[in-house]
């Protein structure tokens, strides 16, 4: 039932993080671009001409909402990565994935928490915390994730986590491949949200990521008799046979 709870956490988390992107994204007079914004442009408290990295004029009359999205989305990654036990096997790789994936929700909540153009060095601590510390989580969650879960999702994860990390890398350096500086802080920042959103879905549409479910053995009730509702086979007295003894013949 935890587990349960940890899955739909994470899906509404992201969920409601995407809606209110949407929303917030579509009051701007001035049509907000994946491309030239970046994502905490959206939470920006005033209307303002914006320098760093790249100039851009961000005006975002529905930034509490967004501010309010960062928040529970931060609180729910925490709440699923808790309690998600059953997903991880036991050892300090495990650990320490799910702590960098709390963190990852923490600096969420303090971007939330944090407009870029109010506190801008605790907004930026926030980031780090998401692209940078959460990207490590992930792909040490390819590593911890139990060995029952399936080989491919545990492929996939590396790959997000390395994909992560790169783009932090290329976001930080001012190299954006052609995607912009938005849709390159994108690259770095979605992979986690599209794991656990992916992770949460399967885990809520199956009864458990594990690849094989235990066996489960039928003991056959004792005495021959059948328990009311059980699966058992009866199973039949036999009564000894008796020993033949053939008749004398007269001689």
Not at 19 to 45: F, K, M
Not at 70 to 81: E, H, P, Q
Not at 233 to 239: C, E, G, K, P
Request: charged share 15%.
């Amino acid at each position: 039932m935890n587990a349960r709870i940890g899955y739909a956490a994470w899906v509404a988390g992201v969920v409601q993080f995407f809606v209110a992107h949407r929303i917030v994204e579509s009051t701007w007079a001035r049509p907000y671009s994946w491309a030239r914004n970046n994502i905490s442009d959206l939470g920006n408290a005033h209307c303002a001409m914006q320098l760093e990295p790249e100039p851009r004029f961000v005006c975002s009359p529905e930034h509490n909402l967004m501010n309010a999205s960062f928040i529970a989305l931060g609180i729910l990654l925490v709440i699923g990565t808790a309690l998600t036990g059953v997903l991880w096997r036991r050892g300090s790789a495990a650990t320490v994935a799910r702590f960098l994936l709390a963190g990852a929700g923490a600096g969420f909540v303090l971007a939330g928490l944090a407009p870029s153009d109010v506190h801008e060095n605790q907004h930026v601590l926030g980031a780090l915390l998401i692209m940078g510390t959460g990207s490590i989580g992930l792909l040490l969650a390819g590593v911890g994730l139990a060995d029952e879960v399936p080989r491919s999702l545990r492929w996939a994860t590396r790959l997000l986590g390395l994909t992560a990390i790169t783009a932090f890398g290329l976001f930080l350096s001012h190299h954006y491949l052609g995607l912009g500086m938005g849709g390159m802080e994108r690259v770095a920042a979605f992979p986690i949200l599209a794991w656990t959103l992916a992770v949460g879905i399967l885990g809520l549409s199956r009864r458990t990521l594990r690849t094989q479910d235990s066996p489960q053995t039928t003991v056959p009730p004792v005495g021959g008799v059948r328990n009311p509702g059980s699966r058992g086979i009866r199973s039949r007295r036999t009564t000894p046979a008796r020993p033949h003894c053939s008749r004398p013949t007269d001689g």
